[in-house]
């Protein structure tokens, strides 16, 4: 059952160098109790996206629908979007340290969310459910660290105290914007199953958006890939994985290491994204693009079924049928002496 819908949703800003069109036209889904990845690049549009639905992009300017729990939060107003924050719709940021409060005590933290919302609710008992919400997330003697301060908490342990904030009012929505950037693999992975675990405890919808395809590989059920401020691919984990469509999704698997033989060099995607102000035309990728042809430069491509899979959708010109697009990429290939 769909949780959130978001179609044609643009963001852009007024920069003194032009426009700077950050999101292009994004439309996806989110089931309830599912997770959605969204990867791509740095500068692909994935943050910007979700912050525009929180309302965090003052100044742009925003066109589209996103409908969740009867509210389009594009068109709602700022007390409606901030009845729905919080309470509704939970997020993680990036960087717990610059997202948490430096000079107040993370417990003080997450009482004033819990109250925030809900003034009946005293603040002793918002405290017992924020030291409750500690231990829940796996930060030990939580009754003694709920008084101290953010700068006392290791790195894994903030992101802890950030998803216990999150989930501070039971949300049915979780955006987690790179929430295992700069932790090391091990407190990666426990961050990672604290997720799950809340997810299968309470039900929560997780949008996860990383540049990390090891972590969307681990949690997502279904993957929407961005580039230059669209979605070129969207599909459940398994065909992202085992059959992509389009040539950036193959680069983005092909620069994984465990995807290439033993002793073989990593494989980056070559040159850089185009820029958001000045983009090229047709498709963005084409001049990054290993099996690049005429159409690329001419038109832009737009998702399509592919591989017959109604939930496989992909933005590029080559071939929708599996043998079809293996027969013309090997020809490319040949043609170009690439890869």
């Known amino acids: 059952m769909v949780l959130l819908h978001v179609t044609d949703l643009n963001v852009s800003f007024d920069t003194d160098d032009g426009v700077v069109k950050a999101v292009r036209g994004i439309s996806f889904d989110v089931d309830r109790g599912k997770t959605l990845g969204i990867v791509g690049e740095s500068g692909s549009g994935k943050s910007v996206s979700t912050q525009t639905l929180a309302g965090l992009t003052r100044g742009a300017r925003v066109s589209g629908s996103a409908q969740f729990d009867g509210l ?19 997020m993680i940021f990036q960087d717990p340290l610059t997202s948490l409060h ?13 109250r925030a919302h809900d003034r009946s609710i ?14 829940m997330v796996g930060i030990p003697f939580p009754s003694e660290r709920v008084d101290e301060f953010p700068h006392q908490f290791s790195g894994g342990m903030r992101q802890r ?12 929505l979780l955006i987690a914007d790179e929430p295992t950037t700069a932790l090391d693999v091990t407190v990666q992975a426990q961050v990672l199953e604290l997720m799950r675990k809340v997810q299968a405890e309470f039900g929560t919808a997780i949008i996860l958006i990383t540049h990390d395809l090891g972590v969307i590989a681990d949690v997502a059920d279904d993957v929407a890939v961005m580039y ?17 469509h389009h040539p950036y999704t193959e680069g983005l698997l092909d620069s994984m290491p465990g995807r290439v033989e033993r002793g073989q060099p990593l494989r980056p995607v070559k040159g850089s994204p185009p820029s958001l102000i000045d983009l090229p035309p047709g498709c963005p990728f084409a001049p990054r693009c290993p099996y690049r042809f005429d159409r690329c430069d001419q038109e832009v491509p737009v998702l399509q079924t592919v591989f017959g ?31």
């Open 102 to 114: 430096p000079a107040y005590r993370v417990g003080a933290q997450i009482v004033e969310t819990i």
């Open 228 to 244: 230059a401020g669209t979605i070129v691919e969207r599909a459940p984990r398994d065909e992202i994985f085992y059959q992509p």
């Open 161 to 172: 105290v950030m998803i216990a904030m999150a989930m501070a009012l039971d949300p049915t």
């Open 309 to 339: 899979d109604e939930q496989h959708q992909s933005a590029c010109f080559l071939p929708t049928e599996i043998e079809e697009r293996k027969a013309l990429r090997e020809q490319l290939v040949e043609k170009g002496g690439i890869r």
């Open 122 to 135: 005293s603040k002793r008992a918002a405290r017992l459910r924020a030291i409750e919400l500690l231990g």
């Open 72 to 90: 389009d939060l594009i068109k709602a107003s700022p007390s409606q979007r901030r009845s729905v924050l919080g309470r509704k719709i939970g």
